[in-house]
């Protein structure tokens, strides 16, 4: 439900979907012939506000500001677009001073398109058409804008045209949220050498005895629930100051490991030396054969 703060000035925060929120601030700004006192009053109250509201909400700030711009796109570049129309008054500068404190945009400005299309408000005497209202959000979210045209045909008996903006907000999901880690991974293999066993049950000994890193924790913070998740967590801490890491293809007794397999690879790179399996030669002595009958025929 929306919460006036004044009667110039109504915020409303709308449920989007878990953990996302959208804020919509409507606003009636005091005209030029109010004093410079409404003036401040009314933007002191929008910056409250404005303060007020969360940075991961969505923020949508509409309304009447009585507020002309200019043109002056180099001097603002990041509050306002580069397709502006007509010249800048008091109101106007101080709605651009606003929205460069809170990072904001007027998307007004952002879109190409015709002068009948940007001016909602025609003045009286001079019959000149002005942009004075406006619709802006924060300058991260102005891709979830993809219009803002004022309404020709529509007037809702009243000297100033709509604006209509067409908002589709992205809503960006928190991975990473804070306050959680990740669990840690002990590595329990390494426990079977007698050396780390016997280290690792003289520390949980320590740690469980009156005097011990428990006793600590309970001084310092005289909170049960502290107490019992630092017990919790005391195995965990000695097992990963006694135990070293295990880097991913290695193994806890990794000395034994290459000892064996230095004792295992020693014959076979003995073997696989060239000519160490080929059979013996036999050195015998060769002789051409004889065909007796071929002799004794030729003679």
């Not at 601030?25 to 003036?39: G, L, R, Y």
């Not at 009948?116 to 991260?140: A, G, L, Q």
């Not at 193994?251 to 295992?264: F, G, K």
């Not at 030396?273 to 030729?298: E, R, V, W």
Request: glycine letters at 6%; proline letters at 5%; aromatic letters at 6%.
């Amino acid at each position: 439900m929306p919460r006036p703060v004044s009667d110039r000035n109504m915020p409303m925060r709308l449920h989007l979907s878990i953990d996302n929120f959208a804020t919509i601030i409507s606003v009636f700004a005091p005209t030029m012939t109010n004093p410079d006192e409404n003036k401040e009053v009314f933007y002191n109250q929008l910056a409250s506000v404005l303060s007020g509201i969360l940075r991961t909400d969505k923020l949508l700030l509409i309304g009447v500001f009585k507020a002309r711009i200019g043109r002056d796109n180099d001097k603002w570049p990041l509050v306002m677009g580069k397709h502006e129309i007509g010249k800048s008054n008091s109101n106007g500068e101080l709605l651009l001073a606003l929205c460069s404190e809170f990072e904001l945009i007027l998307t007004n400005t952002m879109f190409k398109q015709k002068d009948e299309r940007k001016t909602n408000w025609k003045h009286p005497r001079s019959r000149h058409w002005y942009m004075i209202d406006f619709v802006i959000t924060r300058c991260r979210d102005k891709m979830d804008i993809h219009s803002t045209r004022a309404l020709r045909g529509g007037n809702c008996c009243t000297d100033h045209l709509m604006f209509r903006s067409k908002v589709s907000f992205t809503i960006r999901q928190n991975h990473n949220r804070q306050g959680t880690s990740k669990p840690i991974k002990l590595n329990t293999a390494t426990l079977s050498t007698i050396s780390h066993r016997d280290s690792f049950e003289q520390e949980m000994n320590s740690a469980l005895s009156p005097n011990g890193r428990r006793g600590e924790v309970q001084h310092q913070t005289r909170n049960g629930q502290l107490c019992s998740r630092s017990f919790a967590t005391q195995p965990s801490h000695i097992l990963a100051s006694q135990i070293e890491k295990t880097k991913t293809g290695s193994t806890p007794n990794n000395q034994e490991l290459q000892t064996s397999m230095s004792r295992i690879a020693k014959p076979t790179r003995e073997c696989c030396k060239p000519g160490a399996l080929d059979p013996p030669l036999q050195h015998t002595k060769m002789s051409a054969p004889t065909n007796h009958k071929c002799l004794g025929g030729g003679l």
